[in-house]
């Protein structure tokens, strides 16, 4: 039996993109609370991001506003706060705006910092200031297409929600997670 020679330049990777070194390092610094580094890191993310219009960049200078807040640096993360959910609202995405934001003004609340949530609060609602409150919390989170664990195909109105962002594959019962 004959085998095939791999192409020149080796084998392609097929599926998933290569995960950029920094967005590994950044998480790492995150979970490990060097969070003065993290923020470093994730602002450097945004940044690129930014340049090159890519769609993640909101999420990273989230990020970087998260880990500037854990640092005590509470006016760097409100900026880069501010800037991710304009982002955001720029590429028409008016309803993670406001489930970010939500998200950030629950966790400043829980960290003791209620005049910097409101100062988000504040920043949302002249953002978003005719997206009705109920609106955004009854449409279901975006699921996979397929369940990571088996593969089936799987449809918001088949499965069953365990909260408000994680379903139950309805064929070998696996939590997944929706955006």
């Known amino acids: 039996m004959f085998r ?4 020149r330049g080796g084998f392609r ?3 998933r993109a290569e995960i950029p070194p920094l967005l590994k390092r950044a998480n790492h610094l995150l979970n490990g609370g060097q969070f003065a580094e993290a923020g470093e890191a994730f602002e450097e993310l945004a940044e690129r991001a930014f340049a090159r219009q890519g769609p993640r960049a909101p ?3 989230l990020q970087a506003g998260r880990a500037r807040v854990l640092n005590g640096q509470n006016e760097i993360g409100l900026a880069h706060f501010k800037r991710g ?4 609202i720029n590429i028409g995405k008016p309803f993670r705006a406001h489930h970010a934001g939500q998200r ?3 966790e400043l609340n829980r960290q003791g910092l209620a005049s910097e949530a409101e100062q988000i609060q504040n920043f949302l609602a002249t953002l978003l200031p005719n997206l009705p409150d109920g609106e955004a919390e009854d449409r279901p989170p975006l699921l996979p297409t397929h369940c990571p664990a088996c593969g089936a195909a799987l449809k918001p109105d088949e499965v069953e929600w365990l909260d408000s962002v994680t379903a139950e594959c309805a064929y070998c019962g696996s939590p997944v997670r929706g955006a």
Request: proline letters at 12%.
């Open 59 to 61: 999420v990273f200078f």
């Open 13 to 15: 990777k097929i599926g």
């Open 85 to 88: 959910l304009q982002l955001f």
């Open 4 to 7: 095939r020679r791999p192409p």
């Open 104 to 106: 950030i003004i629950t």
